[in-house]
């Protein structure tokens, strides 16, 4: 069965960058023509796409978030990871790490991590 | 980028059907996937393309598409379905492969 783990600091002072990990575990990240991707949601509020990682290394950011946003994978630790830079309270969220399926008809998120709030505060 | 539109929030008798809407212009280009949220845990997949179901989730849970509106229905309601829900598909405003979530439903089960 596929997991996913996030981890990073909890707390990030505004201005600064944001940092997270996804560690997939129970398989290869790169097998099976997958992709990555990073979600939030700020609290009592929706989802938001934040990106995704192809199998090939390509990516691909929400365009509102797209000139503060890298998504990266390191294939020799199986994880994948996002940076989020000049945050602000705004960035206050739950952050989720899932796999994801891209094809011409359609997309899903077929494994969430858990979740990991990350606050924005001095 | 493109929207996709969801009602706030819908009641169901436990034991009723209950259909739960999306609306937007991708949908007339592509499928919607669906998850299930309840508090304080992750998304849970529960339908993805014309109308599949990941493994483990109960048959009384099923999804369609008509123009730009796409429907999450559930036959036959249990309290354990109380949630919310999201809907999200590919965004067909540009070339690239972005993607765009509802705004969400909450359901309450009666």
């Known amino acids: 069965q596929l997991q996913l783990q996030e981890s990073g600091s909890g707390l990030v002072k505004p201005s600064q960058t944001l940092s997270l990990t996804c560690a997939v575990s129970?398989?290869?990240?790169?097998?099976?023509?997958?992709?990555w991707s990073w979600i939030r949601q700020p609290p009592g509020k929706g989802l938001e796409w934040i990106g995704y990682?192809?199998?090939?290394?390509?990516?691909y950011y929400n365009p509102s978030l797209k000139s503060r946003v890298t998504i990266s994978v390191d294939r020799s630790k199986n994880q994948f990871s996002l940076k989020l830079s000049s945050v602000t309270a705004a960035d206050t969220a739950v952050y989720y790490c899932?796999?994801?399926?891209?094809?011409?008809?359609?997309?899903?998120?077929?494994?969430w991590g858990q979740g990991t709030l990350v606050t924005v505060s001095s | 980028s493109s929207e996709l539109t969801q009602d706030p929030a819908v009641s169901v008798a436990l034991g009723q059907t209950v259909r739960i809407t999306c609306q937007g212009d991708?949908?007339?280009?592509?499928?919607a996937s669906w998850y299930q949220q309840k508090p304080g845990q992750a998304p849970v997949l529960v339908i993805y393309?014309?109308?599949n179901r990941p493994s483990g989730i109960p048959d009384r849970f099923s999804g369609s598409s008509s123009g730009n509106t796409a429907s999450l229905t559930i036959t036959g309601a249990q309290a354990e379905d109380e949630a919310d829900y999201y809907c999200?598909?590919?965004?067909?405003?540009?070339?690239?492969?972005?993607?765009?979530f509802g705004g969400g439903t909450k359901l309450t089960v009666l």
């Open positions: 129970g398989g290869s990240i790169s097998s099976g023509g997958y992709s």
């Open positions: 393309g014309k109308n």
């Open positions: 991708s949908l007339r280009s592509y499928y």
């Open positions: 899932a796999r994801v399926v891209v094809r011409s008809g359609y997309v899903y998120f077929d494994y």
């Open positions: 990682i192809y199998h090939s290394g390509s990516t």
């Open positions: 999200n598909s590919r965004d067909s405003s540009g070339n690239h492969p972005e993607t765009v």
